[in-house]
T-cell receptor, first 112, second 113 residues
Framework: DADVTQTPRNRITKTGKRIMLECSQTKGHDRMYWYRQDPGLGLRLIYYSFDVKDINKGEISDGYSVSRQAQAKFSLSLESAIPNQTALYFC???????????FGSGTRLTVV | AQSVSQHNHHVILSEAASLELGCNYSYGGTVNLFWYVQYPGQHLQLLLKYFSGDPLVKGIKGFEAEFIKSKFSFNLRKPSVQWSDTAEYFCAVTSSNTGKLIFGQGTTLQVKP
C-alpha cells in the first residue's frame, strides 16, 4: 500500500457542486499539506496542518476548506466548485524536521 | 515573501547534451532544498536534497546540484541527458522558520533522441 493515498484519482464535477478530496497516510507524520498543480505555475500550497488542532492557510486558500480528522487523515473540500479550480491536487506529509516529504499520486479534478 | 524561482520554463536538448537548470530562492535563515521530477502522467519523485554539509549533492539517475549560499541558488545539473529524462523538474525550499515547502514554477525538459 502507498504511504500517502489520495481518493479519488480522477473526478469530474459540475460548477457549484461541493466536492471533497481525501488523503490518508501511513507514514506517522504529524504534518500534512494540500497543493494544487497548474501548468506553468508549479505546485502552490493551499492549506497545511502541523497537527490535528493546527491548520493554516497557504498561498491560495480562497474557495477551499480542510478538515484534519485524525493524524492520518486530511481532507480538502471545495464548497462550490468553479472551473478555474480544475487542476491536479496533491497531498503530502512531512516529518518534524522537514527532511522528508512524501507525496500522494494526485487527484485530477475537472470542473465543468 | 518567501519565493522560489526557476529561470528556465522549457528546455529542449539533444541526447548526450549537458543540462543545468537554475533555481533561486528568497528565504532567510536555514533552508532545506529539494529537486523533484515528475515524469509524464506520474506523481512527484525526489531527485535529491540538501540539508547541510557538502554543498555539492548527488542524487539519483546521475543528477547533482550545487548549493551556493551567497547566491541563494541550488542549480540542478546532469553531464549527459537521456531521452528518458524528459519530464518536468521542480525546485522546492523549506525553512525551519515556516515549515512550508514552497515550489518553483517548474521546468519542462524535452530530450530529443
Amino acid at each position: 500500500d502507498a504511504d500517502v493515498t489520495q481518493t479519488p484519482r480522477n473526478r469530474i464535477t459540475k460548477t457549484g457542486k461541493r466536492i471533497m478530496l481525501e488523503c490518508s497516510q501511513t507514514k506517522g507524520h504529524d504534518r500534512m499539506y494540500w497543493y494544487r498543480q497548474d501548468p506553468g505555475l508549479g505546485l502552490r500550497l493551499i492549506y497545511y496542518s502541523f497537527d490535528v488542532k493546527d491548520i493554516n492557510k497557504g498561498e491560495i486558500s480562497d474557495g477551499y476548506s480542510v478538515s484534519r480528522q485524525a493524524q492520518a487523515k486530511f481532507s480538502l473540500s471545495l464548497e462550490s466548485a468553479i472551473p478555474n479550480q480544475t487542476a491536479l491536487y496533491f497531498c503530502a506529509t512531512s516529518d518534524r524536521g522537514y527532511y522528508g516529504y512524501t507525496f500522494g499520486s494526485g487527484t485530477r479534478l475537472t470542473v465543468v | 515573501a518567501q519565493s522560489v524561482s526557476q529561470h528556465n520554463h522549457h528546455v529542449i536538448l539533444s541526447e548526450a547534451a549537458s543540462l543545468e537548470l537554475g533555481c533561486n530562492y528568497s528565504y532567510g535563515g536555514t533552508v532545506n532544498l529539494f529537486w523533484y521530477v515528475q515524469y509524464p502522467g506520474q506523481h512527484l519523485q525526489l531527485l535529491l536534497k540538501y540539508f547541510s554539509g557538502d554543498p555539492l549533492v548527488k542524487g539519483i539517475k546521475g543528477f547533482e546540484a550545487e548549493f551556493i549560499k551567497s547566491k541563494f541558488s541550488f542549480n540542478l545539473r546532469k553531464p549527459s541527458v537521456q531521452w528518458s529524462d524528459t519530464a518536468e523538474y521542480f525546485c522546492a525550499v523549506t525553512s525551519s522558520n515556516t515549515g512550508k515547502l514552497i515550489f518553483g514554477q517548474g521546468t519542462t525538459l524535452q530530450v530529443k533522441p
